[in-house]
């Protein structure tokens, strides 16, 4: 599945309420990871933007491991993993408050290394004004996973951790913004 594209401007869209009202009615809280649930939650009180999907990241190093594990990796060298990328998808309201919010998005890459903000045509075709952050190395940035050594792996991991930290402190700034109205 390609998982980005450059950013798209955003267009006018009649649909966003029942987009945002469909989405939350089909929202199956056993898919989402765990540790994004409070993210989830926290951009639903936003009226400006909706998550559409989201993954936390997962290293696959056996064969025999669950491909939804969320265990750390070890230290030590295990040889390949596939990392199954982390990223959060979100459809904006075409209003000044989503533009604003997308403008902040695009900037968590610029304090990230690895961290790319842009579209997905699959997200778009169906969710106008739709924005993707992702955790990949950018030579695999249109894919969905990547196989990579371990050391790579491990830098991956406490990159992914570090995105996350970012996109929860905006997420305050935006409850914060939007609760003085």
Known sequence: METFTEPREFVESTRYLQDRRD?????NLRTI????MKLIDGFAMLPHCFTLQSCYGHFLHDP?????????????????????IAYM?????NS????????????????????QFGSADWFWERWPNSYVLQVEP??????DHAVVDHSEAL??????????RSVKELLERQQSEHCRG
């Open 138 to 143: 950018t030579r695999y940035m249109t894919k």
């Open 33 to 36: 990871d765990g540790p994004l």
């Open 23 to 27: 989405t939350f009615e089909a929202l």
């Open 89 to 93: 998808a979100f459809c904006l309201e």
């Open 64 to 84: 025999r491991q669950d491909i939804h594990s969320l265990d750390p990796l070890p230290s030590s060298d295990i040889g390949p993993v596939d990392y199954r």
């Open 155 to 164: 830098h991956i991991q406490h990159i992914r951790d570090l995105f996350f």
């Open 96 to 115: 000044p408050r989503g533009r604003a919010l997308s403008d902040t998005l695009s900037q968590i890459p610029a304090d990230l290394n690895l961290v």
